[in-house]
Structure formats: C-alpha cells, structure tokens
C-alpha cells in the first residue's frame, strides 16, 4: 500500500501530470480490461487468438527445438485464453514441467491456479504475484530446465519507444544462453484501426481509466470525482505511440491521504502508452539486446506478430 501512495503522489506531483498502468489492474480493473479484449475495436485480442489456435503446432515445433523439458514462464498472464492453446499442445508433448505465471494481480493468479488444472489436468502451475523481474528471479530457481518466457497481448508496447531496450536488456540479462522468449507485438497500421481500439464505442477503456480514480479513492483515502475527468485517446503514425490521458475538466483539488493535489482545467493526466512497431523496429531493437530472432508467427491481416527469440 505504501509503495502504491509513494507512486500516485509521485505522478501526479509531477510535471506534467501521470499515473503508473501497473495500478489498473485491481478486481474491477481485470474485469473491464476483459471486456476492453472483448470489444469489437479492439482487433489485438482476435489477431493474437488466430495465431495460438490456429499456429501453436507450428510454434511448438519451434519452442522444443534442442529442449527436452522446458518451464514456461508468463508475464501478464491474464485468463490464458490465447497462451493455453499453446500450453495444451506442449503438454500434450509431455515437455513442460512447470507452468509459472507471474502478474501483479492476486485475483490473476488465484483464478489460474484454481482453473487450469480443469483444462489441463497434467500442468504443474506455481504462480507468482508481483513484479515481473523481481518474480522472474524466483521463478528461475524452480528447476534448471530451458526457460520460456511468454509476453503476449502487445503487453511490450507498454513501455515507451526509448524504454523497450532497457526492459529486454534486462529480460535478456535475467536468462541464459539458449532461453527462449516469446513476445506478441501489435504492429504499425491503418491509424483509424488503431485508435478505435483504445477508444471503443462501449465506453469500457474510459471506464478502465476511470476506475484507477476509484481504486486511489477506495485503498488510498482519496476524493476524485470521477464525472470532472474525461478520457482522451491518441495516436502518432509516425512514432507509432498510442497514448491515454484523462482529461481534467475544471480547476479543482484532490486530497489523497495527507496531500493536496492541484488540477487546472484541461490539464492531462498521461495514463498509458501502447507503442506500434514495425518488423525492422523489432529486429534491431531485440538484436542489440542480445536475443536471436527464431521464427515469426503474423495473422491473415498482419495486424500483429508473436515472436519466438533465442538468447544469444
């Protein structure tokens, strides 16, 4: 809870103005991102699923290369409804020995544990709540086989542009030689196919937005008034950066616990990005982080791409 006040105050005393994406995801918030993923606009859910259940034998082909027995980590696993058909298949193969998803969310992790072992009697699951790195280290420790991390639903375009060499320095950094990584990147297209995704009709990304407000109000003792923030999407076909903000729509005041927080009108509240890459991007960014480009498995519409990397 201390660590959640220290970064609220710390973004919104800044200048400009953010709120951290890695709070989104209280109960409230897993439930709408799940209706968000099941929004007509929102085409990365569907372009992701036509590629684990209609390629995943392909993919395992790929993945048990020179492995006998391999752990497959999860970062951000949410209900596995892409990632399972890819888990069945290599359960199915009798080559995972333990199925490790790690998400800051207890309510994810909890289900998982409760659900899987109905879809896949055989999986060895111990999930971790926390962070992704600091949970990888643990997660490492389970056994010595080959390690495959999964990092799907475009989850790598949260960081911005100049902060993904660091995160998969880092992630490269964490593994051995011979590992494999598995990422989902949504890839630059039509800007109107894009920014309808993260500004659906329904309403469901603005009250994913919103409901951080709530969380702060119910776990931190604050008092935003939801209805005096709108939500606002847009995106950058040159830079590929989709951005969220909230918008505030009258000078006011917030107090969070002890601290006052001074809104003027219209001011934004930068809350997530959601960068689009091209194939060349990919490469060279992966390249000089230390990983080997395995295969690449894109949709009908090459919407998106799920890439399998080798640690070099």
Do not use: W
């Amino acid at each position: 809870m201390k660590q959640f006040l220290d970064d609220v105050l710390k973004g919104l005393q800044a200048s400009p103005k953010y709120l951290d994406s890695k709070y989104f995801y209280d109960k409230e918030g897993d439930r709408l991102f799940q209706k968000i993923m099941e929004s007509d606009e929102y085409y990365l859910t569907n372009a992701e699923m036509e590629i684990f259940s209609t390629q995943q034998k392909s993919m395992a082909d790929e993945v048990i290369k020179n492995a006998d027995k391999l752990d497959v980590i999860e970062f951000g696993p949410g209900d596995v409804t892409k990632s399972i058909h890819l888990l069945k298949e290599l359960s199915a193969r009798n080559v995972i020995d333990n199925y490790v998803p790690i998400d800051i969310s207890k309510n994810i992790i909890t289900f998982l544990e409760n659900d899987l072992p109905k879809q896949i009697p055989d999986l060895t699951i111990k999930g971790l709540a926390g962070e992704y790195f600091e949970m990888l280290s643990s997660a490492k420790n389970i056994s010595s086989n080959r390690k495959l991390v999964l990092f799907l639903g475009a989850n790598i375009g949260n960081f911005k542009f100049d902060e993904m060499p660091a995160f998969l320095s880092r992630l490269r950094n964490s593994l051995s030689t011979g590992d494999l990584v598995l990422i989902g990147f949504d890839l630059k297209k039509n800007p109107k196919k894009i920014l309808a995704a993260y500004d659906d009709a329904e309403g469901y990304t603005k009250a994913f937005n919103l409901n951080l407000l709530h969380r702060i109000n119910n776990e931190l003792n604050g008092n935003f008034i939801e209805h005096n923030f709108e939500h606002y999407a847009m995106y950058d076909p040159s830079t590929g950066a989709c951005k969220s903000y909230l918008i505030s729509l009258k000078k006011q005041s917030v107090i969070i616990g002890k601290a006052e927080i001074h809104f003027e009108k219209d001011e934004p509240v930068f809350m997530e990005i959601s960068q689009k890459y091209s194939m060349h991007q990919i490469n060279k960014i992966t390249a000089e982080a230390g990983f080997a480009n395995q295969a690449n498995f894109f949709d009908s519409h090459h919407y998106f791409v799920d890439v399998i990397f080798v640690c070099n």
